[in-house]
C-alpha cells in the first residue's frame, strides 16, 4: 500500500521544525495533524508566517507531539500490508515523519524504512500548483499517481 506524505515546516534548513503531517493512501484514507508545540513562530521562515499558517485549520487536527504520534501510530497499524511513504521532499518530509514515527527505540512493524521520492515516479496526471497545507498537497500527490 502506498501512503502519500506532506510536511509543512517551520523552515527549509538543517534545524526544520514540524508544524503539520499528512498522509493520503491509496485507498482514500486519509490522517491530519498539525502540532501545537515543538515549534514557534519565531522558529518560522517569512514564507511559513505569510503562506502556511494563515492556512492551518486548528480544531480537532491541532494538538500537542505526543497525541500526533499515537495518531499517527494508530493510522499505520490499521493496515496489515507493507506500506510505502511517497513524498516529493524525503530531505524534509521523510525525516520529520521519521521522528514522529520512530518511538521508543521502535518503528512501525509494517512501514518501510526508507522514502520512495514520487520526482521519480511516472505520474498518471498533471499535479496541480501545491498550495502549502500538508492535507491539500498530499492529495494533490496522491492523485498524481492513482490510476
Not at 494563515?54 to 499505520?76: C, D, T, V
Not at 524504512?113 to 498550495?131: K, R
Request: a negative charge.
Amino acid at each position: 500500500m502506498r501512503l502519500f506524505l506532506d510536511c509543512e515546516f517551520t523552515q527549509l534548513s538543517a534545524t526544520a521544525k514540524l508544524i503539520s503531517l499528512a498522509l493520503v493512501s491509496e485507498n482514500g484514507r486519509e490522517l491530519y495533524v498539525e502540532l501545537l508545540d515543538g515549534w514557534r513562530a519565531d522558529d518560522c521562515s517569512d514564507f511559513v508566517k505569510e503562506i502556511v499558517l494563515p492556512q492551518l485549520w486548528g480544531g480537532e487536527y491541532a494538538m500537542p507531539i505526543i497525541e500526533a504520534r499515537k495518531a499517527l501510530l494508530r493510522f499505520l497499524a490499521t493496515y496489515d500490508e507493507e506500506l510505502e511513504v511517497i513524498t516529493d521532499a524525503p530531505i524534509y518530509d521523510w525525516e520529520l515523519f521519521c521522528e514522529l514515527a520512530y518511538h521508543n527505540g521502535r518503528w512501525p512493524r509494517n512501514v518501510r524504512n526508507y522514502p520512495t521520492d514520487a520526482t521519480t515516479l511516472s505520474p498518471t496526471s498533471d499535479g496541480a500548483v501545491l498550495p502549502h497545507h500538508a492535507l491539500l498537497d498530499a492529495r494533490i500527490i496522491a492523485g498524481m499517481f492513482r490510476p
